[in-house]
């Protein structure tokens, strides 16, 4: 079972990135998906999340009205459009599988490798 985070990169503060994950070895019908990410020295944080039953999205205060998190069930993928990107948002990126739609860490069960974003002033 693989989660694999893609998307990130070098971007000037302003720009925009769009993260994707995809799964592989299962199907991730009936699991919430979320997007964390961690920076250098800091905890690693919720960024956002979708149910599976309703596609309800969840956000952090820091990234609503920037961030939109969508799915694509037949295609095992889970995007993260990131919008109006601040320094502050530079992390590893992570996207994960959770039976629940929740901002805790520790519910999700699967993670991804994670992917580089920097954004620069």
């Known amino acids: 079972v693989q989660l694999q985070a893609s998307g990130g990169g070098l971007v000037q503060a302003g720009d925009s990135l769009r993260l994707s994950c995809t799964a592989s070895g299962r199907t991730f019908d009936g699991y919430a998906m979320g997007w964390f990410r961690q920076a250098p020295g800091k905890k690693r944080e919720f960024v956002a999340s979708i149910s599976w039953y309703d596609d309800r999205a969840y956000y952090a205060h820091s990234v609503k009205d920037r961030f939109t998190i969508s799915r694509d069930t037949a295609k095992n993928t889970v995007t993260l459009q990131m919008n109006s990107l601040k320094p502050e948002d530079t992390a590893v990126y992570y996207c994960?599988?959770?039976?629940?739609?929740?901002?805790?860490?520790?519910?999700?069960?699967?993670w991804g490798q994670g992917t580089q974003v920097t954004v620069s002033r």
């Open positions: 994960a599988a959770s039976r629940f739609s929740t901002p805790s860490a520790a519910h999700y069960n699967y």
